[in-house]
């Protein structure tokens, strides 16, 4: 997967380099993010940039840590064959002030929670969504938790 990653509004450390990390292990515990063609944007960015964004596509008016914008159908990229041009799976988000406190909620740093955050998103432009049922919920996590440990990250549920 090719990924397109901007920073702003992010302490200075190496997020397009953990962006990287974070989108093999989702690949890895996730086949169909390891489509060659596949390309997504990262943005690390303010709470404000994700309220308004929040607001503005969902409605939402208030932050939230990370917001995902899929571009294919589960289907679709299921179908995707490996070989042709580039494919935009879809667009990420990522709170800054929302990532920090929650991190320090969780005892975790900021890039281990950041990763969390990042392999969940690509999780869901995957087109997998933990509010559907608990079942598909419990799918998710179980992927998260996969692709973390891959990273030497511990389950940031605590309960595997």
Known sequence: MELETEVDGWPQGAWEALAQRAAQAAASAEPALANPRLEASILFTSDAEVHELNKGWREKDKPTNVLSFPMLERDELLALPADGPPVLLGD???????????????????????????????????????????????EMEALEVKALAQLGIADPYGDR
């Open 92 to 138: 990420i988000a990522l709170a800054h002030e929302t990532c920090a406190r929650e991190a320090g909620e969780k005892n975790a740093t900021l890039e281990e929670h950041a990763t969390h955050l990042v392999i969940h998103g690509l999780l869901h432009l995957a087109g997998l969504d933990h509010e559907i049922s608990t079942q598909d919920a419990e």
